[in-house]
Nanobody
């Protein structure tokens, strides 16, 4: 069972940047892990994910060119660097991991979740 704990986040003005981190503990058996987000009144959506062990990355169209997902293999930490933030990026951001052989953005693919962390972008 993978345990995930997010940190970072906070509030920033539009155009600013933030980085969120996700520390994984426990038996790290996963094939990919990801960042998803959920804004009030909206469904949870995939933002970016990274495959294991090759480190291939995938991004939602809404964040391409602005967000970067990466990992520190030695420390078992997943990062999401968010640049050029927009008010519509405001959401609770979740770290999630999957053991599925087929990867994707959909929330149902992920069996392990962090508690979520708030990111607020003011206009």
């Amino acid at each position: 069972q993978v345990q995930l704990e997010e940190s970072g986040g906070g509030s920033v003005q539009a155009g600013g940047f933030l980085r969120v981190s996700c520390a994984a503990s426990g038996y790290p058996r996963r094939t990919y892990w990801a960042w998803l987000r959920q804004a009030p009144g909206k469904e949870r959506e995939g933002v970016a994910y990274l495959t294991i062990p090759y480190g291939s990355t995938f991004y939602a169209d809404s964040v391409k060119g602005r967000f970067t997902i990466s990992q520190d293999n030695a420390k078992n930490i997943l990062y999401l660097q968010m640049n050029s933030l927009k008010p519509e990026d405001t959401a609770t951001y979740y770290c999630a991991a999957s053991q599925s052989a087929v990867h994707g953005f959909e929330a149902w693919r992920y069996g392990n979740w962090g508690q979520g962390i708030q990111v607020t972008v003011a206009s």
